[in-house]
Every structure is written in structure tokens, then in C-alpha cells.
T-cell receptor, first 116, second 113 residues
Framework: DARVTQTPRHKVTEMGQEVTMRCQPI?????VFWYRQTMMQGLELLAY????????DSGMPKDRFSAEMPDATLATLKIQPSEPRDSAVYFC??????????????FGPGTRLTVL | AQSVTQLGSHVSVSEGALVLLRCNYS??????LFWYVQYPNQGLQLLLK??????LVKGINGFEAEFKKSETSFHLTKPSAHMSDAAEYFC???????????FGPGTSLSVIP
């Protein structure tokens, strides 16, 4: 059963520390999305990639967040330095990204980040 | 540009009663429409989707939704609620030429025994 995996599942850190979240998309999927979910803002798209190239990162605070895909099996989201307002659940999702097929996405279980 | 509104951030139904979750969208191109469900402490899972063709779409767990272009709606229904249906439900829209999906704010469904 193919699934999106995310590590770590939980992260508690102190303000100012660097945080790295990792995602392994489903094998064969060429589109990867990063979302942030909070009670106040709901589900926000931070960035997404197709064939490892960033297509849209307009939802991401550029001064502290960065997203990369070093290879087709790994996507990373980094926060440096972290702030308490970054506390949220971060989801990775992957899809086939075929034009005209719409945006069916498969979500990972999320990383719950707490910044003290 | 696409957008999604979901009427009612929280809906409560009795077990065995009809479930109706409302979704309205705006789109400058023919939309693809989705309903996702999120159970506590889990990621989102696709319930059903509309792309083209038949406007009544059936999904998993007995849910279905009907695309009504004239009303720009895609409401989710289930004839008889089960306790296991308690979750957060998200309506979403995307265009035909790209894969970015716009999610609605979500509706929390509670099922009362």
C-alpha cells in the first residue's frame, strides 16, 4: 500500500532553532506539496514542486522557510530560525501532476511542530 | 482564480440521519472538484472527485456529491450517518490546466448517538 511518509511525526524545539521536516512521496508521483494547518488559518499551501522544480512558493515566508527536493524520493522543508508562530501541523502531499487530470493528492500523516 | 466556501464550520447530526455538507466554489475555468476527509491526527484522504461527465459522483464510505454548475455548488451527502463519519471535511477545487488545489476552510462533522 503506497503511502506518503513524513519524519519526524512530532517535533518540539526552542525559538531560534533550525527545524527540518522530511517527506518521501509515493513512488512515481512527480508533484509534491507542502501545507501548514493551524486552527486559526486552516490549511495553507506553502509550496509545491513538479518534477523536483519549484512551481509556486508564494505561500511561504521567504526569510525563514525553504523547501527543496534533493531527489525524486525526498522533499524537505526547513525553518531557520523557528518562531513560536510556526507551531502547526505540516503536511506533505504528492500527486501525479498530469495536466488535465486535476489535483488529486495523497497526504502524509503530518509533522506536528511546537516551537517554545 | 479559484475559491471555495463551505457553509457551516461545524455540523452536528444524529446517528442514522442525513448528512449534508455544503460547498460552493468559484472558478474561471471548468473546475475539478474534490471532497477530502481528515480524521483526528491524520492527513487528508480523498473521498470523491468530479472531473468531467456524470454530475453525481459516488465516493467511499457511502458518500456522494452532485456538481451543479448553475449553482456553482458541490454539496456532499450521505443518507445515514455513522459514528465513524465524525471528522473534518474539506471541499477543494482545481483548474484543468494545473494541479494547484484550493481548499475550503473545512466543516467539522459531529455524529450524536
Amino acid at each position: 500500500d503506497a503511502r506518503v511518509t513524513q519524519t519526524p511525526r512530532h517535533k518540539v524545539t526552542e525559538m531560534g532553532q533550525e527545524v527540518t521536516m522530511r517527506c518521501q512521496p509515493i513512488l512515481g508521483h512527480n508533484t509534491v506539496f507542502w501545507y501548514r494547518q493551524t486552527m486559526m488559518q486552516g490549511l495553507e499551501l506553502l509550496a509545491y514542486f513538479r518534477n523536483r522544480a519549484p512551481l509556486d512558493d508564494s505561500g511561504m515566508p521567504k526569510d525563514r522557510f525553504s523547501a527543496e527536493m534533493p531527489d525524486a524520493t525526498l522533499a524537505t522543508l526547513k525553518i531557520q530560525p523557528s518562531e513560536p508562530r510556526d507551531s502547526a501541523v505540516y503536511f506533505c502531499a504528492s500527486g501525479t501532476g498530469t495536466s488535465g487530470k486535476g489535483g488529486e493528492q495523497f497526504f502524509g500523516p503530518g509533522t506536528r511542530l511546537t516551537v517554545l | 482564480a479559484q475559491s471555495v466556501t463551505q457553509l457551516g464550520s461545524h455540523v452536528s447530526v444524529s446517528e442514522g440521519a442525513l448528512v449534508l455538507l455544503r460547498c460552493n466554489y468559484s472558478s474561471s475555468v471548468p473546475p475539478y472538484l474534490f471532497w477530502y476527509v481528515q480524521y483526528p491526527n491524520q492527513g487528508l484522504q480523498l473521498l470523491l472527485k468530479y472531473t468531467t461527465g456524470a454530475t453525481l459522483v459516488k465516493g467511499i464510505n457511502g458518500f456522494e456529491a452532485e456538481f451543479k454548475k448553475s449553482e456553482t455548488s458541490f454539496h456532499l451527502t450521505k443518507p445515514s450517518a455513522h459514528m465513524s463519519d465524525a471528522a473534518e471535511y474539506f471541499c477543494a477545487v482545481s483548474g484543468t490546466s494545473y494541479d494547484k488545489v484550493i481548499f475550503g476552510p473545512g466543516t467539522s462533522l459531529s455524529v450524536i448517538p
